[in-house]
């Protein structure tokens, strides 16, 4: 942005970053610089709106022109600004968790669908791995109001994350977050029945197409996170062969995979005896995103 003379309101630097970041390659240009603009003022990004010709203070405007300098770098909009919109709730995020992304609402949508339309899952007990931020539990925890779910999360400040999200959307009531690899923290619990539902956002990018990964993920989001090993799905082969003896028999299992998986996560998941309906659920942009089964 130049250090031009003249007046920078809301209307101009909006007028100027926009095409600024399309330039760039920057995601949804005008958005973005609408969050960022917003979360600078601390005010809703409607207020921008009403406040077009607000004259920004020298203060708000140097935080807003560092903050454009870095999205143009790469850096995400929503690690710049500490939030994210899932399922329409908002969460703080950091680095230390993935940013959640409207491909993985398709999971949270069809786990709804199962549960509106089967019998028995009133009191539903759900289990989520790998939480990251929390956005699966509570987005399930949400919109079936009598469920109760454990989420787990390998990393203790992703842990830290989730567990100030449930906190400020109100459900920490029903939504328990623990430490530690997949299943392992289940041993701590002093309610150790099965569960009714198993989800999961696991890592699966495969480790050789890390380096190719764009920059703002390569470089920001936690490696951890995303690296699923050497075809992509070993923490899904994981999951199937260890989650039987935690769920009820005719659970259903819901577990992401990335849109070119389909084929061969169809062909782990039949690997596993103990699992039946095996199939492929598509994304609402059409590509194939969650593989689904169920206990026998």
Known sequence: MPESEGTWTVRRLLEWTTPFFERKGI???????????????AVPRIKLYTDYERILEPQHLAAYRELVRRASEQEPVAYLTGRAHFFNLEFHITR??????????????????????QS???ALRALDLCTGSGCIAAAIAHNVKEAVVVATDISEAAVGVARENLQRLGLAGRVTVEQGD???????????????????????IPTGQIPGLDRS???????????????GLVIHRRILAEAPPRLLPGSHIFLEIAFDQAEV??????????????RILKDHAGNDRVLTARLA
Request: glycine letters at 4%.
């Open 27 to 41: 995601d949804s240009p005008r958005l973005s610089a609408e969050l960022l603009l917003a979360h600078v003022l």
């Open 96 to 117: 230390d968790v993935l940013i959640p992304r409207p491909d993985t609402e398709t999971l949270v949508d069809n786990v709804i669908q199962v549960i509106r339309r």
């Open 120 to 122: 028995g899952l009133e």
């Open 182 to 204: 997949l299943f392992a923290p289940l041993d701590k619990l002093v309610d150790r029945y099965p569960f009714h539902l198993l989800v999961a956002n696991p890592p699966y």
């Open 217 to 231: 993920v390569r470089e920001y989001e936690p490696l951890a996170a995303l690296d699923g090993g050497l075809d």
């Open 265 to 278: 996560a169809r062909e782990v998941a039949g690997e596993y005896v103990a699992f039946t309906d095996v």
